[in-house]
């Protein structure tokens, strides 16, 4: 089951390497505005063929625009 | 859509997987980095100024003034020991009975803003208000900084 994490969390996974951060949304809104190191891996184009440049052994982190 | 994302992945295999639930406009309005066209848009986390004078509810206004007299400010922000804003003191709250409390003597709930908030913007809508400065909060209320609308205005022009 996905755990839910904040702001605290993400930085710390991330502070410890390893961590990797992928933004969901639209590829134009990523154009505009994304976390550092993050990729681009839209919702809708979740799937085996994109996701395998992720390390299935290392923590993923997925966001959106905001809780909706 | 990010809880979606999440149970997506772990459909896919993946087994360490984290939904950061308040997404980018949580991490944003805490003032931390960004990337993207809209990073080199000036923000109030930019222009606010970080070294504003704070002081705890508990310390005397009388000692919290003489602390701030000898600067080039002439108002103090009350936080807690989490930096969290709870009120101002302005010069004239400063200036009032030494003996009380930065608590029993400050402002209630001063109006605070979030780092990511455009320059711009915020300083339309301060004019629109007649307003000096403002406080710039995290999203939890921390403390960043004080913005004074001079400032951004002087920034704003030397940008033009």
């Given amino acids: 089951m996905p755990k839910t994490i904040f702001r605290g969390g993400v930085r710390e996974l991330l502070k410890e390497g390893g961590?990797?951060?992928?933004?969901?949304?639209?590829?134009?809104?990523y154009a505009e505005s994304h976390l550092p190191g993050a990729?681009?891996?839209?919702?809708?184009?979740?799937?085996?063929?994109?996701?395998?440049?992720l390390r299935r052994?290392?923590?993923v982190i997925v966001y959106c625009h905001d809780y909706l | 859509m990010?809880?979606?994302?999440?149970?997506?992945?772990?459909g896919l295999g993946f087994?360490?997987?984290?939904?950061?639930?308040?997404?980018?406009?949580?991490?944003?309005?805490?003032?931390?980095?960004?990337?993207?066209?809209?990073?080199?848009?000036?923000?109030?986390?930019?222009?606010?100024?970080?070294?504003?004078?704070?002081c705890t509810p508990a310390e005397k206004v009388g000692e919290v003034y003489g602390r701030v007299r000898g600067t080039s400010w002439d108002r103090c922000?009350?936080?807690?020991e989490e930096r969290v804003v709870l009120g101002l003191?302005?010069?004239?709250?400063?200036?009032?009975?030494?003996?009380?409390?930065?608590?029993?003597?400050?402002?209630?709930?001063?109006?605070t803003?979030?780092?990511?908030?455009?320059?711009?913007?915020?300083?339309?809508?301060?004019?629109?208000?007649?307003?000096?400065?403002?406080l710039v909060t995290t999203p939890d209320g921390e403390l960043v900084g004080l913005m004074y609308r001079e400032t951004a205005e002087h920034m704003s022009d030397e940008q033009a």
């Fill in chain 2, 2 to 10: 990010s809880p979606r994302a999440a149970w997506r992945l772990e």
């Fill in chain 1, 19 to 29: 961590a990797q951060l992928v933004d969901v949304l639209p590829s134009e809104e």
């Fill in chain 2, 113 to 134: 803003v979030r780092p990511d908030t455009p320059t711009g913007k915020m300083v339309e809508r301060m004019r629109k208000r007649g307003t000096a400065f403002v």
């Fill in chain 2, 77 to 80: 922000v009350v936080v807690n």
């Fill in chain 1, 57 to 59: 052994d290392e923590p």
């Fill in chain 2, 15 to 54: 087994s360490e997987v984290y939904d950061y639930a308040p997404s980018k406009v949580d991490w944003f309005a805490a003032g931390l980095p960004m990337e993207g066209t809209l990073a080199s848009v000036p923000t109030v986390g930019d222009v606010a100024r970080r070294d504003v004078p704070t």
């Fill in chain 2, 89 to 111: 003191l302005r010069e004239k709250d400063l200036a009032s009975d030494p003996e009380a409390t930065a608590e029993e003597a400050m402002r209630f709930g001063p109006t």
């Fill in chain 1, 39 to 53: 990729i681009n891996i839209p919702l809708k184009e979740l799937n085996r063929e994109t996701t395998a440049r």
